[in-house]
């Protein structure tokens, strides 16, 4: 009895008291030190502030006060400071832990448009786990700690669940299409995984299922020369009829023709402009890009009197896909396609091309990659014609004004009864396929186009656009010779006194000069003689016309779209998986991402997997078996009111960065389907009437555009306005009275 | 005439001298509002803050600020280009650029190459932004691979092995000295320590390349953007475009805003028309604008707020002014024209808000406003007020040890008028920011000196005793002595949004920064008496007085701190959602409470005398010394991050140590005595 009687008299001392506030005081420092070191608040408060000895230590103080008090009694009139201060420290100690058992506070992530209504305990553990039954779907949450345990599942009755061991933290990384030493690829075999160095070939395999595309995967740090190198395995080069193999091609020095390959890859931006470039008998060059939109279509870099290369190079390719590995894991698709053309799609860690989701995960997920080229070869050119024709027809049918040269040909369509658009781009083609000034006037033609041509009726309405052409003919020809022989238009045209030098307003060599000459000659037909003819045959009336449509600039490449043809498309796809690494924990744990490896059993199928953390639980849901998701997750609680961004904006100071306000509109809905707008900003929150808080804590990005993401606490505290308001209130005012109210201080 | 009028006459001269003069000076000034980061502030104190960003100092080889402005604007920054017109002061940087380490000036024309060479230098900086952010937790991919846009767009850096290379290599000042494959660094696994390493350096380096470019932007009168304009309209005259054409072709590549934007980056003195926050430089009246119905450039309609007269009278002199400048002939009298033109024109405007946000406005100043602003950074205002408390304090000395009563009405009188400049100070600061002057360093280091004086007035008036003033002259003295030393940032400058709030927010920080006074001014009081006891060897009558007087302000201080602490965890619950949450300046205010509460206890139940009260007192004021200080500059880090910065730990130290040292031989005097006392 008396020892209980001094240990009630020490628990209400002034030594007691001293001790304890210089403990709490010492623990704190502690604290904010290991903070400072580490850079972890969490770490600080598992030592100090979160600790059990900690909460003993306030449970103390409770105590401490309570008997400091109730040693005085009975109260008296000079005890009233007192007694109103230590009630007040009573009221906060016990709001504090009340707050702790049955309050909220966790966060919410949301981002413009999204929803949600639970809430999340950040740095908390739990497992989220869904099923699939038929058409019916259970989700549960398991709160976890991390020591080895066998999990509870009560939902899930058939589903035993063990970790079998947990891990600080790790790095996850995504897997595409190269899974450890082999390349994965939805409806093939596994392909091995080649080292591969520079000067290595590149392994191809050959699969019975996928038609005639051959496959390779490669992991290396030369992306570049790897490209390179399987380009030019890959590929032949028909030029002048002839076949040869790229790498012949580029290494032999043809006294025709010189080619090189341009192929530079940047890991950011993929392949750029990759290009062949062809030198042809050092008179022309021509460009062929092997990417892109525009590929494979030639381009002239040398000035030329014509549209068009005078020598006609293709590509042959064999059709392969090719699948890269960097040494950071990022993966590339690079296909080639049966003309050469050459498309490469990149697969890097932090931005896959797309996400598929197999039956809402429980199936898995994969990745898509899609080409523009199918297998067949499609004729480019055919396919260009077959799109201006359409889009001639389209004009015509509004009857428009033609010009005299369509108008002559359209009158010969009329006679044969043979649709204007068709025969027009035919003629075109076949004059611009024979890479020649003027149609040859004995050159070989379709017997339907000559057919119309023999239609050709040069009639007194056209006697006059008849003599022209027929000069420009006569121009024209020599002009070729001397041009075939290296002389430029222009000395030729000089030589031979050509008087309207002054006024042909083209660069020489181009194509536009000689349409400006055919026009001068068309001015000028009126005063020259005219010329004898005898009956034309189809190919001299084509000739003619050519010479028309010369003098009128309408020829096959000023009319033919460059927009980019609409191709067939392939598509291939993997599985998405994750690799899991064990990583060096951080000192500052809030960073870590810590592992779970379980051991899932049902009946007597038995699975081991990994997962890792996902500090906000908005990632991915892992499957298994196809009938159950899971996801490593803090523990997230249901809140009855769902909160739905609108909105979200940073207001500015006028001329900088520095912000004035954050703002986000946000609507709440609660159980009823009532709904509620309110706009949450900086120190400005919105409290519904059973005391749920809503905070703007965060806002991201800072930039002004893009979608912004906003960090909202929610709390929900019930005792703050029984105890702990009050509570402080009361200690403030005892303060006062303690220190100044004259009869207490009198006593010493 | 008497001693007593002789006194008041001079006191009255003074008085008048500061406190009339100066608001009659302003009356007559005219102000202009410029627009210079986030705010709009008076041409005059603009032009000096701009000039101190970049030489810190307030006038350039004696040329006032604004005339140098004007000059920039006009003529661009090439007559600068081999002044040493940038200031810096970093021995690192210096080092790494290869620069003369004693000097602490450099010129354009040595730092520019400096910079854009450094390969060393630069891989060091992009491979500390590659490992920050790849540290960073949101950062959730994991990738090696990252780009680096607060660097430049396009600047990708990732691992090979071990070590950082540049993965992909941008075309932009300094960066382009990169290329695609350069290894930026070796062995750089752990990250922790290269990230420490080089946090400085690189802020250093960002700061300082920042400047280099504002300095870089200023190409005078020639305005590209204009030109490419009128280039682009002769080019489509030439293919004769349909003017409709032309007004589409030109609007949607040279927007109009985007013009007045760029047209300049000094002098943004034209409040726009069209969206208030915003501010176009002079440069912007010579823009000029295609007329459809002409089918030429005009010169560009009033864009601004201005009425369409002044708009035009403006334009017309500022021109005339610039052809006169650009064929070397300063005119005077159309420059000051120019002023007033502007002056007038901005008069209807000034006060009215322009940016409305959730539960709060934003205004333009007020012509007060400008004019306080504008004589707060002409007169050296701390020094003079230093100079006072100074004197105040050496005539409270004399007077104490000489007992003459003409020294001490002198002293009081002179502390008087401090405290009147000193209240004055603030008052004005709150005045032009329109907020309680404690949301920063500089701020509160201003604010705390007056509480203690205030706090030595209130209780000189109870207790009839001037040592306290001499204790809170001295506190001042000491506070503002810092403040003059540390170039804390003087400027008038936005708050932070989370502070820009209510109510109970500026009273927890009043109430919690005023204890810091009070404490400070109960620490000197208990240096006052130590030393005192060291020197007598025994307590005093003067010296119980003195514990009395400790007593009464730790009183006082501990009420302040802890309803003001528990103010702001009120606070902090109604608007981050949390009471208390043990952030490193919560838990130094509760270490710093728990030690005050154990003084008082002890001194309160007699473990402890008078000699331990002065002691405490001491103590406290380390704890808050550390509250104040040291959470901010040694831990740096937490929630309350308003006022963090870095540097003088050592010298922060070694006061700990002298304190100490103090405080044990203090003891050490006392055991001694009472030692002797026994023996005998």
Known sequence: MKSLKTLYHFLGSIYFALILIATAAFLVILGTLIEAQTDSHLLAAQWTYSHPFFNLLLGLFFINILVSALRRWPFKVKHIPFLITHLGLLMILSGTILKNFFGLQGSMDLIEGSASQSVYIPHSFALHIEKQEGEQLTAARFPLSMQRTLIDLSPFSSLQLKVLQTFPHSKEHLETWIKGNYAFIFGSLPIPVQEWKPGSAIQTHQQPDLLSWQLAAVRTPHIEEALKHFYIQNTEVIAASEVISLADALQNQNPLFHLQLDLSFSPIEGLQNPRLKVDWMKKETIEIPLAGSHALQPILTTPSYSYTPAVSIQLNGKPTLLILQDDQEDNYLCALSSQGQMHLIPFRQDSLQNLLVYNQGFEGYGVQAVFPFGLEKTNTEDKKQQQLIASLKQLLKEDPPLAPPLELLSQACQKTGSDLAETFVRFLYAWHQSHLFLLSPDAHLSPSLSLVLDHLEWNDRWQSEFKACQWISLLFMPLAEAIENGESALSFLKNHRWPFLDQLNAPDPSPQLLTALAQQVFALSSSLPSIDHVDLSPSEKGHLLSAFFKAYGLEYQTLASSEPIEESKTVWETPLTTKHQLAIPFTKLENNKPLLVLEAQEGSSKQRFTLAYDPSGTGLKWPLWGLYTFRFQPRQIDIPYRIRLREARQINYAHSNQPYSYESDIVIIDKEGKEEEATLSMNHVHETWDGYRFYLAGMSPARENGIKRIHVVVNHDPAKYLLTYPGALLVALGAILLFWMKPYAKKR | ?680
């Open chain 2, 1 to 680: 005439m008497r001693r007593k009028d002789k006194v008041s006459f001079y006191g009255i001269f003074i008085f008048w001298l500061l406190f009339l003069q100066l608001p009659l000076a302003a009356y007559v000034a005219q102000e202009i509002p410029a627009a210079y980061q986030g705010r709009f502030r008076p041409a005059d104190a603009y032009a000096r803050l701009w000039l101190y960003d970049f030489c810190h100092s307030q006038s350039f080889d004696k040329t006032p600020a604004l005339d140098l402005i004007w000059k920039l604007h006009v003529l661009g920054h090439s007559f600068l280009d081999q002044t040493r017109f940038f200031w810096l002061s970093s021995a690192q940087l210096k080092q790494q650029l290869g620069l003369d380490p004693h000097r602490s000036r450099f010129s354009y024309a040595e730092l520019m190459p400096a910079l854009t060479n450094s390969k060393s230098l630069l891989s060091k900086i992009a491979a500390y932004h590659f490992l920050k952010r790849y540290a960073d937790p949101l950062n959730r991919s994991y990738s090696e691979k990252l780009e680096l846009p607060q660097l430049a767009p396009g600047l990708w850096v990732s691992y090979r092995g071990n070590d950082l290379v540049l993965a992909s290599s941008v075309n932009r000042l300094p960066w382009n000295t990169l290329k695609t494959g350069d290894i930026l660094a070796f062995q750089t696994r752990d990250s922790s320590q290269f990230l420490r390493d080089h946090r400085k350096l690189s802020e250093e380096f960002l700061d300082l390349w920042a400047k280099l470019e504002r300095f870089s932007a200023l190409k005078g009168s020639r305005l590209k953007e204009e030109e490419t304009y009128i280039q682009h309209f002769l080019e489509l005259k030439k293919q004769n475009v349909p003017p409709k054409e032309i007004m589409a072709i030109l609007e949607r590549e040279h927007p109009l805003f985007q013009r007045l934007r760029l047209a300049g980056p000094l002098l943004q003195v034209l409040p726009s028309r069209h969206f208030p926050e915003e501010w176009y430089s002079l440069h912007a009246l010579k823009v000029q604008l295609y007329d459809q119905e002409a089918d030429a450039l005009v010169p560009i309609r009033n864009f601004t707020k201005f009425s369409d007269e002044d708009f035009e009278q403006i334009r017309t002199s500022y021109m005339k002014w610039e052809q006169d400048l650009l064929q070397g002939n300063d005119n005077r009298t159309l420059w000051n024209l120019l002023n007033e033109q502007l002056f007038k024109a901005h008069q209807p405007r000034l006060g009215a808000s322009y940016l409305e946000a959730r539960g709060k406005t934003l205004t333009y100043p007020s012509a007060w406003q400008l004019k306080l602003e504008r004589i707060y950074y002409q007169y050296p205002f701390i020094p003079f007020i230093l100079l006072l408390y100074g004197t105040a304090a050496f005539l409270f000395i004399l007077s104490l040890n000489l007992n003459n009563s003409r020294f001490h009405q002198w002293a009081f009188f002179l502390i008087c008028l401090a405290f009147l400049a000193h209240t004055l100070l603030l008052a004005a600061r709150s005045y032009i920011l329109e907020r309680p002057p404690v949301s920063n360093m500089f701020e509160t280091v201003i604010y705390v000196p007056w509480i203690a004086v205030l706090c030595g007035l209130i209780l000189r008036f109870f207790f009839k005793n001037s040592l306290i003033l001499l204790a809170a002259s001295l506190t001042s003295i000491i506070l503002l002595i810092l403040l003059e030393v540390t170039h804390l940032n003087h400027h008038l400058e936005n708050v932070q949004a989370v502070l820009d709030s209510q109510f109970w927010l500026i009273i927890h920080v009043l109430m919690v920064v005023g204890s810091y006074g009070v404490f400070i001014l109960g620490g000197v009081l208990g240096h006052f008496y130590l030393a005192s006891f060291i020197w007598h060897r025994q307590e005093t009558s003067s010296l119980a007085f003195l514990a009395k007087l400790i007593l009464q302000i730790l009183y006082l201080g501990t009420t302040m701190l802890i309803s003001g602490t528990i103010l702001g965890g009120i606070w902090a619950a109604e608007s981050w959602g949390r009471f208390w949450d043990w952030d490193p300046k919560e838990s130094w205010a509760f270490i710093s409470s728990c030690l005050y509460l154990f003084i008082i206890h002890a001194f309160r139940f007699q473990k402890i005398g008078h000699f331990g009260l002065a002691a405490g007192a001491i103590l406290g004021l380390l704890a808050i010394s550390f509250t104040w200080y040291g959470v901010n500059y040694i831990l740096g880090t937490g929630l309350h991050s308003y006022g963090f910065g870095s540097g003088g730990e050592l010298f922060y130290y070694l006061f700990l140590i002298v304190e100490f040292s103090f405080l044990l031989l203090a003891y050490g005097m006392k055991k001694k005595i009472k030692k002797f006392k026994l023996t005998s």
